[in-house]
């Protein structure tokens, strides 16, 4: 039967779905199937067919999702308004991106409880586990709390992770008033930290080379003078991806179109 509609079909093969065409075995044409290492993660590699629409409608308007920013499936899928986590826990939740992998749910939840209990009482500490591994973290994560204003204290709060967690630094935003943390203030913190010692040793070296500053000091209406500072300020047009990253931009586009401008002469 399978061969017969294959005949009648030219789009049609047999064997055409693109499972079937990896070879997971390295130097051999059949396929095969990976099986990994003791100990290591069983999160196996899914395919999903990209879904097509078939003709243009009105109906299925938009294409992608603007909360999710994945395509919408107008058949099969359910829609998603980005606030479930308020409407299981609460409204005074906070939703947290960018969880690291390697480590269980479990895990996460009693880490993120004990630094968030210092704010106030954690009534829900949710990780969300990934669909193919339950061993493994999704990178979502959901803290609910008791009342608004430990919720919004808790906000801006910054969470980094050590480096046996990846270094990760984690976005929030509160479900009930979609406020949300800064997750570039440890850049722009060490940035700001690095050009203070840059101006206190600009200014040493006038300090000590000038004898009349030596002896009469510096006024303080002229302290700035001959004194240069770096702005965060946005990567130049013919930036390239593989180049590294400008000094003090940490990762954070922002409204000026200079690079690397003084603020201070």
């Not at 290591?40 to 990209?50: G, V």
């Not at 749910?105 to 009693?110: G, I, L, T």
């Not at 000091?217 to 047009?237: C, D, R, Y």
């Not at 013919?238 to 180049?243: F, K, M, P, R, T």
């Amino acid at each position: 039967m399978q061969r017969s509609l294959i005949a009648l079909s030219p789009k049609l093969k047999l064997g055409g779905h693109p499972k079937s065409k990896l070879a997971w075995r390295k130097g051999k044409s059949s396929c095969g199937f990976w099986h990994p290492r003791w100990g290591a993660t069983y999160l196996k590699w899914k395919y999903e067919l990209p879904y097509r629409r078939e003709r243009e409608s009105l109906h299925h308007y938009p294409e992608v999702s603007r909360i999710t920013g994945k395509p919408i499936n107008w058949y099969h899928g359910d829609p998603e308004d980005g606030y479930r986590g308020s409407h299981i826990f609460g409204d005074h939740t906070l939703e947290l991106q960018g969880m690291p992998y390697g480590r269980t749910p479990e895990y996460m939840q009693e880490r993120l409880r004990r630094f968030f209990s210092k704010f106030g009482p954690v009534r829900h500490c949710r990780a969300e586990p990934h669909p193919l591994d339950p061993y493994q973290c999704e990178g979502t994560a959901y803290v609910s709390f008791r009342d608004r204003q430990t919720a919004l204290k808790a906000l801006r709060a910054p969470l980094k992770f050590p480096a046996a967690l990846h270094d990760k630094v984690i976005s929030m935003r509160h479900l009930d008033s979609d406020k949300r943390n800064d997750p570039a203030y440890y850049e722009k913190c060490k940035f700001w930290n690095r050009q203070l010692v840059v101006l206190a040793r600009q200014l040493h070296v006038q300090l000590s080379g000038d004898p009349t500053y030596r002896v009469e000091g510096k006024p303080l209406n002229t302290i700035g003078m001959g004194l240069m500072e770096k702005e965060i300020v946005a990567s130049p047009a013919g930036h390239l991806a593989n180049q590294p990253v400008p000094p003090g931009r940490g990762g954070v586009p922002f409204s000026k179109d200079l690079f690397n401008s003084t603020t201070r002469r």
